[in-house]
């Protein structure tokens, strides 16, 4: 079996028996990406030179001796809105085209630390606004499944990437499911950890109460080994949280016993596709076959999430592009008459159509008059589904729905369906409003194409999270299943 | 009450941003479903209900005044799309 088919932690096995080098493991998938990069488009900078560099750096460390992590040597793609320093950090936009980020994120920070191998920044829809990676001002991914259909999005390229076998490991970003969705509907496993749970420093802010960074990999086990390490206190960001990470190793077992599991009713109603709510079902039957206890519950309040998530993203996101003016960094217009204009034109040409739209509506929401009776009205219904979550959690220990309501569509067809668009915002918002976290598993078929279960938990209940991921993993085998490419 | 093309001027001028004529009636119609989210969200009585901004409820984190090292300023000025030496070169703000 080629090396760029393995597992995370099947390459961290062969590396720590020196059965295999580092720089063989990081030739072999920039290989790879060579090879099928230009189908899929995953890619916006493969650092081919840098990779080899740290990956032959390691192999040093191994050779003499030093003591090494999970991580050594381990390739991971990372979405290119964190910052890696010395490398481009477009945001998948042409307002930072030709910008070198001049530091390391905390978390990439962490991974250098762990000797990990930054392998490239990934393709995404412009700053991270859209579900379909076809935003993005540079190239579209493809999903590896069928190349005429997205990725999802916005973290579509670094869901494509490990789909396609173009790296073990990647990070996206999420603000209203953009790494679940992706996850989901390229076939791997994606986690939204809890707010505050990984640092956002360095990470280039869209909602800055619902960014989060995200772990995908081609199984759960992969996916925890980098949580892990990804996640902790930062000083440089006060929103994370002073709460220990726990030893995710320990949740990657079977038993589920007694686990209380919440179905929420408002989530299987009409929209959804037949072939998926017959998945999740026989999902949930694993489950309680596992030993876990399932029962219906009720999220009423799940349709004024998305109202709130509206509100609350494009206000915040608003605030946070105001930097994108032309004038310290990244694009900068031509012809401009005098210093305003040069805000104007800069950011009237750098910026996407949709950028800009959903800068005007948080603008709006914002603007004087309009901040207390539309922005501080979404922030009370977001205490108000809070609350509900909490309410939820009291009585069990996850809820569980599809991931997506449909499976990948075509490129270029906007989901025409206004029933299906909402369930797939309804599925993935609330999360992000609660700042709860929650993963997607891959759990079905549907005409070829990848379905993915979400499983939510509780604040800082990742353990929680992988233990039920996890113990659905082992006892099917839709993670033996992958893209033919 | 309704958005029209004026509110629309106003927003783009608070966001620099310009568009065209057929652009601003497209965002008429977007500015207009912010009012839709808002009748959504008046459905539920928040009258006693306090704002929550951070998801999970965090303390105040304050840090020693020291002063620790910053960005490399050639990194940051490489970025800069017009300098001389360490300054970044911008037009004319006051005459």
Known sequence: ?485 | MSVIKKDVEYVAKLARLEFTEDEKEALINDLNSILGYIDKLNELDTEDVDIVVNPYYLENKFREDEVQPSLQLKDVIDNAPKHLEEYIVVPRVVE
Not at chain 1, 111 to 128: C, P
Not at chain 1, 447 to 455: I, K
């Open chain 1, 1 to 485: 079996m080629e090396l760029y088919r393995l597992k995370a932690h099947e390459l961290r096995d062969l590396i720590h028996n020196k059965e295999v080098k580092c720089t063989e493991v990081t030739e072999t998938l920039l290989n790879r990406i060579d090879e099928v990069d230009d189908k899929i488009g995953a890619f916006l900078y493969v650092a081919r030179e840098e990779a080899m560099d740290a990956a032959k750096n390691v192999d040093d460390k191994i050779s003499k001796g030093e003591k090494i992590g999970d991580l050594a040597g381990i390739p991971v793609a990372v979405k290119d809105n964190i910052s890696v320093k010395g490398m481009q950090n477009t945001c998948g936009s042409k307002i930072l085209q030709g910008y070198k980020a001049p530091y390391d994120a905390h978390l990439v920070e962490n991974l250098k630390k762990e000797n990990a191998i930054i392998l490239g920044k990934t393709n995404m829809d412009e700053f991270a606004m859209g579900s379909s990676n076809e935003t993005s001002a540079y190239k579209m991914v493809k999903n590896p499944w069928d190349l005429d259909r997205v990725p999802g999005g916005s973290s579509g390229g670094s869901a494509a990437a490990v789909a396609a076998f173009e790296a073990p490991l990647s990070l996206g970003t999420e603000t209203g499911g953009s790494v679940r969705q992706p996850a989901s509907l390229c076939g791997v496993v994606g986690l939204k950890p809890t707010y505050g749970r990984v640092s956002r420093y360095g990470v280039v802010a869209f909602g800055s109460t619902l960014d989060q960074v995200g772990p995908m990999a081609r199984d759960v086990e992969d996916c925890a080994m980098i949580a892990e390490a990804i996640s902790g206190l930062d000083d440089r960001d006060s929103t994370t949280a002073d709460i220990t990470v726990q030893d995710y190793k320990k949740s990657l077992n079977k038993d589920i016993r007694g686990k209380r599991i919440g179905i929420p009713k408002e989530y299987f109603g009409e929209g959804l596709n037949d072939g998926i709510r017959k998945s999740v079902e026989e999902a949930v039957k694993v489950l309680e076959d596992n030993g876990a206890i399932v029962e219906e519950c009720s999220l009423p309040l799940s349709e004024y999430a998305l109202a709130a998530y509206y509100i609350i993203g494009s206000a915040e996101a608003s605030s946070n592009l105001a930097r994108f003016d032309g004038v310290r960094y990244g694009y900068r217009a031509k012809e401009i008459e005098d210093a305003v204009d040069l805000y104007y034109k800069s950011r009237s040409q750098g910026f996407g159509k949709e950028v800009k739209r959903r800068i005007m509506l948080g603008t709006y929401a914002l603007s004087a008059g309009y901040y207390d009776a539309y922005y501080k009205k979404a922030l009370k219904v977001r205490n108000l589904i809070k609350k509900d979550f909490e309410r939820i959690f009291k009585e069990f220990d996850a809820i569980i729905s599809p991931t997506s309501p449909t499976t990948a569509f075509k490129l270029g067809e906007k989901i025409n369906d206004p029933l299906s668009m909402y369930l797939s915002d309804i599925y993935t918002v609330p999360v992000n409003i609660a700042g709860i976290p929650a993963i997607s598993v891959p759990c079905g078929m549907v005409d070829g194409m990848p379905v993915g279960l979400q499983v939510m938990g509780n604040y800082y209940r990742e353990d929680t999270l992988f233990n039920l991921a996890y113990s659905f993993e082992q006892s099917t085998d839709w993670h033996k299943k992958f893209a033919n490419i």
